[in-house]
C-alpha cells in the first residue's frame, strides 16, 4: 500500500496562488496515474486533476481549467497542484490519490483506494 503525504496547504487571498506537494512512498508510483481530489464542508468529495504515469495526459474539472496545473517528478515520487487565481469556493481539504489500477483515469473517488491525510486550503474574499 502507498503512503501518500500532503503539503503546502494554508490561507490565502483571492486571486492569489498556492502549491500543493503530494509525496509518495513506493517502488511503483510512476506506473500509476496519480489524482487531487477537494472536500468543502457538509460537501461530497470532488474531483479536481488528475495525471496519467508519464504526465503526458492531465485531466481537470471544469471549474479549475485554466486556474489549476496538475504537474508530476516520478524522480521524486511527488505530484503537485499549482493553484492560481484562488476563489473562495476552492476552500477545502484538498486531497492526493492514487488509483486502484495503475492506468485508471477514472474521475470517480470510489475508483481510487490510496488516499492522503489532505491539506487545508482556505481562501479568503
Known amino acids: 500500500q502507498v503512503q501518500l503525504v500532503e503539503s503546502g496547504g494554508g490561507l490565502v487571498q483571492a486571486g492569489g496562488s498556492l502549491r500543493l506537494s503530494c509525496a509518495a512512498s513506493?517502488?511503483?508510483?510512476?506506473?500509476?496515474?496519480m489524482g487531487w481530489f477537494r472536500q468543502a464542508p457538509g460537501k461530497e468529495r470532488e474531483f479536481v486533476a488528475t495525471?496519467?504515469?508519464?504526465?503526458?495526459?492531465?485531466y481537470y474539472t471544469d471549474s479549475v481549467k485554466g486556474r489549476f496545473t496538475i504537474s508530476r517528478d516520478n524522480a521524486k515520487n511527488t505530484v503537485y497542484l499549482q493553484m492560481n487565481g484562488l476563489k473562495p469556493e476552492d476552500t477545502a481539504v484538498y486531497y492526493c490519490?492514487?488509483?486502484?489500477?495503475?492506468?485508471?483515469?477514472?474521475?470517480?473517488?470510489?475508483?481510487?483506494?490510496?488516499w492522503g491525510q489532505g491539506t487545508q486550503v482556505t481562501v479568503s474574499s
Open positions: 490519490a492514487q488509483p486502484k489500477w495503475p492506468v485508471m483515469t477514472s474521475r470517480r473517488a470510489s475508483d481510487f483506494g490510496s
Open positions: 513506493g517502488r511503483t508510483f510512476d506506473s500509476y496515474t
Open positions: 495525471i496519467t504515469s508519464s504526465g503526458r495526459n492531465t
